[in-house]
């Protein structure tokens, strides 16, 4: 699979993710989750859409950077990485909205982090473009961590 169908492979594998997560999050965000107590600096509800849509955009055109330049054989590492981080990714939510539980979602994004830091250097010794491409990611998830761990501590 070459150019733009490959492009487009990853672009729908990440959207998928997507939709799986926005199914669990649109059930718990109204009641659930409106009634924890929040920090003063999280984000209006209404950016988070924009900013993952752009976020997996920028992965899946990474991913895509890092398969046609290197093909399966010398890419697999590197996307290997990248299909567990997307899985980790998945799981958050699940963990956070489903299950109503901060504190595991805590560890699971801790675990998630580290996999979208591993993916990152992989991809930034295939292409340095994927690898800038995957630290936007990186640093809402740093951002997404701490605020994942304000709200746990606020509602222990």
Avoid: D, H
Wanted: some cysteine.
């Amino acid at each position: 699979m070459r150019g733009p169908r490959l492009i487009l492979a990853v672009i729908v594998l990440c959207f998928v993710a997507v939709l799986l997560g926005s199914m669990l999050t649109r059930q718990a965000v109204p009641g659930w989750y409106q009634e924890l107590r929040r920090p003063a600096w999280t984000p209006p509800g209404w950016l988070f859409g924009p900013v993952w849509t752009c976020l997996y955009a920028m992965m899946a055109v990474a991913a895509s950077i890092v398969w046609r330049t290197a093909g399966w054989p010398a890419a697999s590492t590197p996307l290997v990485l990248f299909t567990i981080q997307l899985a980790l990714n998945a799981a958050w939510t699940p963990l956070f909205f489903g299950l109503k539980m901060p504190g595991l979602a805590f560890a699971g994004i801790v675990v998630l982090w580290c996999a979208i830091l591993f993916t990152t250097v992989a991809f930034w010794r295939v292409s340095r473009t994927a690898g800038w491409l995957m630290l936007p990611y990186l640093a809402w998830v740093s951002f997404a961590s701490a605020l994942n761990l304000a709200i746990w501590r606020l509602n222990a």
